[in-house]
């Protein structure tokens, strides 16, 4: 049986992510570790929480020491956008962070999660079927702490044998936690402002496609890529995955079936829109689908009527 520490288990992924983990393992046997957002009842009450500030080693050292854990889930970043807003956090955070991690995984002989995302790449990548292996000039600090976390990764399962692990995520869309200073969350606000208000403002133009997943479809993929047999990996990290390459327009005309009122306009945000830009139209997911036999659940139709089915409920809004 694994013993788990989540960091950034309050965020979008974290907070469904050790849910899963602790249906999957055991209440007590998962740790959750947050930094500054308040977790939910469903979190606090399940099993052990205590807030911790990667950039301080001691305090990622003393949760592993204490729960004698074996397995780290390390989620705990900034994302996209405020990464540009805020460069030198977003260093500190991502980088100092993992090292941090990276390096009490060693001391204690710990396997590593780590998410990487569609924002390894950059402008001068192959957009569309991006590659496994390919060019990564990323634009972004963003990118870059993502594809060093990527390179110190795969160093440190070389040089020290730490078992280190992850995927590229696209971006996620869910109902549970809200994303926060994404450049991809505008695939979270559509479903929640179509339902409140049936009309959205997209800061992304028409035309602009990025991969996107359903959140249970992210959670297989950290669990699955952890559990696979060792031998049959060529590639450690930063597995391409992906379910959908789609574009706001196309996300809209989805829920317009079910919402046929629903409309959406444009407002272009030129720092998210650059980033986007930047990134893949679309992934090829195909050595992780040959490596640890990922497959996808749920396309742009199914994560649309799950999303809306969802979202009403927990809302409290019917939609006939
Ligand atoms: C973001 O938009 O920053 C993230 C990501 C794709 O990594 N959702």
């Known amino acids: 049986m694994r013993k788990i520490l989540v960091t950034g288990a309050a965020g979008q992924i974290g907070s469904e992510l ?12 998962v740790i959750a570790a947050g930094h ?5 009842n469903g979190l606090l009450e399940s099993g052990p929480f205590h807030f911790i500030d990667c950039r301080e080693i001691g305090t990622v050292a003393e949760m592993v020491k204490k729960y004698k854990v074996d397995t780290i889930y390390h989620l705990a970043a900034l994302l996209s956008a405020v990464a540009e807003e805020k460069p030198q956090l977003a260093w500190n955070v991502n980088m100092i962070g993992l090292y941090n991690v990276l390096e009490v995984a060693r001391t204690y002989q710990c396997s590593v999660f780590t998410p990487s995302s569609i924002g390894a790449f950059g402008p001068t990548t192959p957009l569309d079927k991006t590659p496994q292996d390919t060019i990564q000039r990323p634009n972004t600090m963003y990118g870059v702490t993502k594809v060093a976390g990527e390179l110190l990764c795969d160093y440190y399962f070389k040089r020290f044998g730490v078992d280190t692990r992850g ?6 869309v869910s109902y549970k936690t809200p994303p926060g200073g994404g450049t991809t969350d505008y695939a979270v606000e559509i479903y ?20 996107m997943m359903y959140m249970p479809d992210a959670i297989k993929a950290a669990i699955d890529v952890m559990e696979a047999s060792p031998a049959k990996l060529n590639h450690r990290n930063a597995f391409n995955v992906t379910a959908m390459s789609v ?3 196309n996300i809209a005309a989805e829920i317009q079936r079910i919402i046929p009122e629903f409309t959406m306009d444009f407002t272009i945000d030129p720092l998210r829109q650059a980033i986007a830009e930047s990134w893949p139209n679309s ?12 497959q996808p659940e749920y396309d742009l139709v199914s994560m649309t009527h799950d ?11 019917r939609i006939s």
């Open 18 to 29: 050790t849910m899963a983990l602790r249906e999957r393992y055991g209440n007590e046997n």
């Open 36 to 40: 500054k957002t308040e977790p939910d």
């Open 167 to 172: 995927v590229r995520y696209p971006g996620i």
């Open 192 to 211: 929640y402002h179509a339902i409140e208000h049936k009309k959205y403002t997209c800061y992304l133009k028409k035309g602009t496609y990025l991969d």
């Open 247 to 249: 574009a706001p327009e």
């Open 283 to 294: 992934m090829d997911d195909s050595a992780a689908r040959e490596e640890w036999e990922w």
């Open 307 to 317: 999303m809306i089915e969802k979202l009403s409920q927990k809302l409290r809004i």
